[in-house]
Nanobody
């Protein structure tokens, strides 16, 4: 059973940085079909960044150039480095994986962490 546990959230001022971590058990990280999502009140969950099924990275337009997704396979952890944070980055952040991501053409994010809050004060 895949379990994902996020850490590193919190409150920062505009322009600050945070690094989110997502430690996994029951799953070995690869650079395929792993990602970060976020949700703000009244809005649907949106994708922030991912390693896609071909290993390439993609980012939401709103975070391009500011956020970086990475993986440390030795630590079996997924990271999201968030820089130049803005108030509109405030929300609940979730990591997610497709446990079969290294053998599919289209990612199906079925395993999710519990989420953690990121608040960016203006």
């Amino acid at each position: 059973q895949v379990q994902l546990v996020e850490s590193g959230g919190g409150s920062v001022q505009t322009g600050g940085s945070l690094r989110l971590s997502c430690a996994a058990s029951g799953y070995a990280y690869t650079k395929y079909c792993t990602g970060w999502f976020r949700q703000t009140p009244g809005k649907e969950r949106e994708e922030v960044a991912r390693f896609d099924s071909d290993g390439t990275t993609s980012y939401a337009d709103s975070v391009k150039g500011r956020f970086i997704i990475s993986t440390d396979t030795a630590k079996n952890t997924l990271f999201l480095e968030m820089n130049s944070l803005k108030p509109e980055d405030t929300g609940m952040y979730y990591c997610s994986v497709d446990p079969d991501g290294d053998s599919v053409l289209v990612c199906d994010f079925t395993s999710w962490g519990q989420g953690l809050q990121v608040t960016v004060a203006s």
